[in-house]
C-alpha cells in the first residue's frame, strides 16, 4: 500500500513537472522575450547577489558569475548560457567556464571577428564586470569603444568576453618593466582562456599606473574609482589602430622619414631649433622648438596620408571652412570643504564650433614637434579630448577592421569603400598587424 502511494506521489510530481515544463516552452514560444524576461525572473529569484546600472543598462550578477543584462525598456537581452547552444550556424556561446561572454547572445565564435577579452589583476571580478561593461559601452550612450567611430557602426565586427579570475602580480615594485612582475605575463596567462586568434586583451589593474598599451596587443589601465571608458578608447587606438599620440612631445627624438607613423606625418621642411630653458630653481635644461614653414605646410597639405580629405569632418568636405574661433565660458563649480561646499566661477576657453575640433588641415605637433597631425583635437592627443578620432584616423581604423574581418561598414564605406586597407594615398601603406606586435609600448 505503501509503495504505491509512493508511486502515486512520484507520477504526480513528475506530471505537474511536466506540465510546467510544456507551459513554459509554449510561453516562450508564444510570446517571445516577454515570457522569457518573466521566466528568468522566476529562475534566479533570491540567487542574484547584486544588482547595478551601468551606462543606463541593468546589471545583475549572480553566484554561477553569468550575468543578465536588462535594457532600460525592460525588454531583456538574453541571459548568457555556457552550455545551451542557439540552434543557429554561428553560435553565441561563452568558450568555457572562464573565457565568458560579456553581453549576452553577441558573440558570434565561428566567425572572423576582432576579440576584445578583459582581464583583472588584483581587481575582484565585479569590478572588472563594471569596467567591462562601461568601456564596452553597447549601445553607445557614453563614452566607450562602441560610441565612437568607426567602431559604433561596426559593433558585429567585435567579440566582447571577461575572463572569470582574478590574475595575481606583485605591484609593490610597479614601473614600466611590466614583464619584470609578472603583470604581462599574467595578462598572456589569462586571455589565453580565449584560445582565439586576434585577440586584444584589455586589463584592469589595482595600480595608479600611467594606463599604456602595446602597439598590436596588451593594455593595461590604471586604478579609477569609476570607470573611465575614454581613457580606454585612448589605448585601444593605440594598441588595435597603431597610432601613435598626438601631442608633441619636446623631449623625444625628432622624427625623420623612417620613422613615419599612421597617423603623423613628418616633413623635412619644419624649422626646428634647439635651446635653453632656465627655471627659478637655477637648473637649466635643453628643449626643442619648431615652428611652420610655408614649406612645410604645402608638403603636408600635398603629401601627408589625409591630403585627399582635407576640409572633410566640418563644414563642407574639401574646404576648410571652420575657423578655430574662441569664446570664454564661464561657469559655476563647487567643491566640497570639509562640511560644507565652496562654490566659484570658473572661465574656460573653448571652441566656438565644436565640430571645428574634427576638421581635416595640417597641425604641427603628432608625437613630435616635427611632425603634422590631420585634427585640431581628437581623442589620440589625449583621453581627455574631443571624442572622435577624425576621419583620417578613422579611416586606417577601418583598414585594420577589414584586415582582420575581411570588411568594414558603416562609416567605412563614406571614408574608404570596399577597400579600406590599400586605400590611403600616402608613400607608406597600412602595415599588417603582424609585422607590429612586438612595437614598444605608448600612453
Known amino acids: 500500500m505503501f509503495m504505491k502511494n509512493g508511486l502515486l506521489t512520484l507520477g504526480i510530481v513528475i506530471l505537474i513537472l511536466s506540465t510546467i515544463c510544456i507551459a513554459t516552452s509554449w510561453l516562450e514560444y508564444t510570446f517571445g522575450d516577454i515570457a522569457v524576461n518573466c521566466i528568468e525572473k522566476i529562475r534566479h529569484t533570491n540567487m542574484f547577489e547584486e544588482k547595478k546600472h551601468i551606462n543606463n543598462t541593468e546589471v545583475r550578477f549572480d553566484r554561477s558569475t ?68 562601461s568601456t564596452v559601452d553597447y549601445y ?36 614600466k618593466d611590466y614583464n619584470g612582475i609578472g603583470v604581462n605575463s599574467e595578462i598572456d596567462r589569462l586571455s589565453e582562456y580565449c584560445n582565439l586568434s586576434d585577440v586584444y586583451p584589455i586589463a584592469f589593474i589595482d595600480h595608479t599606473i600611467v594606463s599604456n598599451a602595446d602597439h598590436g596587443g596588451r593594455i593595461r589601465i590604471g586604478y579609477f574609482k569609476t570607470p573611465r571608458p575614454n581613457v580606454v578608447v585612448h589605448e585601444f587606438g593605440h594598441s588595435f589602430g597603431l597610432l601613435r599620440d598626438e601631442r608633441a612631445k619636446s623631449k623625444v627624438t625628432l622624427r625623420n622619414v623612417s620613422t613615419q607613423h599612421e597617423n603623423c606625418y613628418y ?58 574661433e574662441y569664446v570664454t565660458v564661464t561657469e559655476e563649480k563647487c567643491e566640497q570643504e570639509e562640511d560644507s561646499y565652496i562654490c566659484y566661477n570658473s572661465t574656460n576657453e573653448i571652441l566656438k564650433d565644436p565640430q571645428a575640433n574634427n576638421e581635416v588641415d595640417c597641425y604641427l605637433g603628432c608625437d613630435s614637434m616635427n611632425s603634422y597631425r590631420s585634427t585640431f583635437s581628437n581623442i589620440m592627443i589625449s ?61
Open 267 to 324: 616633413s623635412s621642411d619644419v624649422n626646428c631649433t634647439i635651446v635653453e630653458e632656465c627655471f627659478n630653481s637655477g637648473k637649466c635644461r635643453e628643449i626643442t622648438v619648431c615652428f611652420e614653414t610655408n614649406e612645410s605646410l604645402s608638403d603636408c597639405k600635398k603629401n601627408s596620408m589625409w591630403s585627399d580629405l582635407i576640409g572633410s569632418g566640418c563644414g563642407y568636405k574639401g574646404t576648410v571652412d571652420c575657423p578655430l
Open 66 to 133: 553569468q550575468i543578465s543584462l536588462i535594457k532600460d525598456n525592460h525588454n531583456p537581452i538574453k541571459r548568457s548560457n555556457a552550455t545551451k547552444l542557439n540552434q543557429h550556424e554561428d553560435k553565441y556561446i561563452s568558450l568555457n567556464e572562464k573565457c565568458v561572454e560579456l553581453i549576452p547572445e553577441h558573440n558570434k565564435i565561428n566567425a572572423n571577428k576582432i576579440n576584445i577579452v578583459f582581464v583583472s589583476i588584483n581587481r575582484r571580478i565585479d569590478e572588472l564586470l563594471d569596467q567591462s561593461i
Open 140 to 175: 553607445g550612450t557614453g563614452s566607450g569603444l562602441m560610441a565612437i567611430e568607426p567602431f559604433k557602426s561596426n559593433r558585429d565586427k567585435f567579440n566582447f568576453f571577461y575572463v572569470n579570475e582574478t590574475g595575481w602580480a606583485d605591484l609593490s615594485l610597479l614601473n
Open 383 to 443: 583621453s581627455g579630448n574631443y571624442f572622435s578620432f577624425g576621419p583620417s584616423n578613422e579611416r586606417t581604423l577601418c583598414g585594420r577592421i577589414q584586415e582582420i574581418t575581411g570588411s568594414a561598414g558603416g562609416v567605412c564605406k563614406d571614408l574608404c569603400g570596399n577597400d579600406c586597407i590599400d586605400y590611403d594615398p600616402a608613400p607608406s601603406p597600412v602595415t599588417p598587424l603582424s609585422e607590429l606586435r612586438s612595437a614598444t609600448a605608448s600612453n
